[in-house]
């Protein structure tokens, strides 16, 4: 079992570039989500699924873009890359979103840092 | 959304017990209580949950208080890979929220050899 698999685990961009971040999770896990992580502090939430085809904003969404065409995978997409947004990127999922079920499995991250 | 509240570090020794508290004074009652550690430079992983009662795994035992506005993880004997930030956070049961599960910024436990 693979879990939650991100890549790449380390990218350098320039600002203005775009790039995205891949995730995907063989659980057959209905939620997702992307959270980043700023030196010294906990997680925050950017964007969440709770289904392919549905997604939503969560703490920090601006200049992130998601989407989720099938159960398996959730892409982060940075449109035009800034310094602000270096930070190491976590992807999560889970069975459910409520009860017993809602063990969050994480990622092993993406460090990205922007010049 | 309910707030939890930890001390930013603790120290303790190794295969001793360690008691990691948390305050969310004001939680919901159908608000479940989880708590996830990050060891260095590695994702968030998953260590227990509970909603009322104490919970105990391979991992750690989770105490809750009988008012569930304070609880408690306790790891039994601690070791040098049992170093992490332990996260606690509150996940609701309804559907509007649940999927927003908030991290704080946790506890940093040092366990000393």
């Known amino acids: 079992n693979a879990g939650v698999t991100q890549t790449p685990k380390f990218q350098v961009l320039k600002t203005g570039q775009s790039m995205t971040l891949q995730c995907a999770q063989d659980?057959?896990?209905?939620?997702m989500s992307w959270y980043r992580q700023d030196p010294g502090m906990g997680l925050r939430l950017i964007h969440y699924s709770v289904g392919a085809g549905i997604t939503d904003q969560g703490e920090v969404p601006n200049g992130y873009n998601v989407s989720r065409s099938t159960t398996e995978d959730f892409p982060l997409r940075l449109l035009s890359a800034a310094p602000s947004q270096t930070s190491v990127y976590f992807c999560?999922?889970?069975?459910?979103?409520?009860?017993?079920?809602?063990?969050?499995?994480f990622g092993s991250g993406t460090q990205l840092s922007v010049l | 959304d309910a707030k939890t509240t930890q001390p930013n570090s603790m120290e303790s020794n190794e295969e001793e017990p360690v008691h990691l508290p948390c305050n969310h004074s004001?939680?919901?009652?159908?608000?479940?209580i989880h708590w996830y550690r990050q060891l260095p430079s590695q994702g968030p992983e998953y260590v227990i949950h509970?909603?009322?009662s104490n919970v105990n795994n391979r991992m750690a035992s989770l105490a809750i208080a009988e008012d569930r506005k304070s609880s408690t993880l306790i790891l039994h004997r601690a070791t040098l890979r049992d170093a992490a930030v332990y996260y606690c956070?509150?996940?609701?049961?309804?559907?509007?929220?649940?999927?927003?599960?908030?991290f704080g910024q946790g506890t940093r436990l040092t366990i000393n050899p």
């Open positions: 509970g909603l009322t």
């Open positions: 004001t939680i919901s009652g159908t608000d479940y």
């Open positions: 999560a999922s889970s069975y459910g979103m409520a009860g017993a079920r809602e063990k969050l499995f």
């Open positions: 659980m057959n896990h209905e939620y």
């Open positions: 956070i509150l996940r609701p049961t309804q559907a509007q929220g649940a999927q927003k599960l908030v």
